[in-house]
């Protein structure tokens, strides 16, 4: 016959490192996390300005540093994202609104795509990268979208 013995014992609750002050909305604590992360990930807000990104995705991306391109729109603070075709060419407009952290911020929804980017050398090679997207709420409505990067 097996023999079991169990004890009892105070329960351990990790301390979170999340604040949790009224005043730091779901964006601000997410805005914390990107900033810290390992991994390629990007955060903007409802008027499509980057409020955070890590360092790696800033590489992936081919943007620099992260304190140059926090504040500034996702398409206007060096993001150069070119088509598919062999010409190469820029993304329009029309087309820009269908790139996964936009899509997200607009659909409510979660997205998925690929990114053609072009870095800021001539001869550099492309990067294509797998972006995936989810909507970032704060009392119900999208305040923003957070998006992890994969390089393909």
Same mark, same amino acid.
């Given at each position: @016959? ?14 979170? =490192?999340?604040?949790?002050?009224? #005043? ?8 914390? @996390? ?13 008027? !499509? ?26 398409? #206007?603070?060096? %993001? ?7 010409? =190469?060419?820029? *993304? !329009? ?15 409510? =929804? %979660?997205?998925?795509?690929?990114? =053609? ?20 709420? !704060?009392?119900? /409505?999208?305040?923003? /979208? *957070?998006?992890?990067? /994969?390089?393909?």
């Amino acid at each position: @016959m097996a023999h079991v013995d169990l004890s009892l014992s105070e329960v351990f609750a990790p301390a979170s =490192r999340t604040p949790t002050e009224p #005043e730091c909305d779901n964006v601000g604590q997410w805005s914390a @996390m990107v900033s810290h992360a390992e991994e390629p990930c990007l955060l903007i807000d409802a008027d !499509t300005r980057v409020v955070a990104i890590s360092s790696a995705g800033c590489d992936l991306l081919c943007l620099g540093a992260p304190e140059d391109v926090v504040g500034l729109p996702l398409l #206007e603070g060096g %993001l150069r994202l070119l088509d598919f075709t062999a010409a =190469r060419g820029e *993304l !329009t407009e029309q087309e820009t609104d269908k790139i996964p952290p936009l899509l997200a911020l607009h659909s409510g =929804r %979660l997205a998925r795509g690929l990114l =053609r980017v072009q870095p800021a050398g001539e001869d550099a090679p492309d990067a294509t990268v797998d972006a995936i997207s989810t909507p970032v709420l !704060t009392d119900g /409505s999208v305040a923003g /979208s *957070l998006t992890f990067f /994969s390089e393909i």
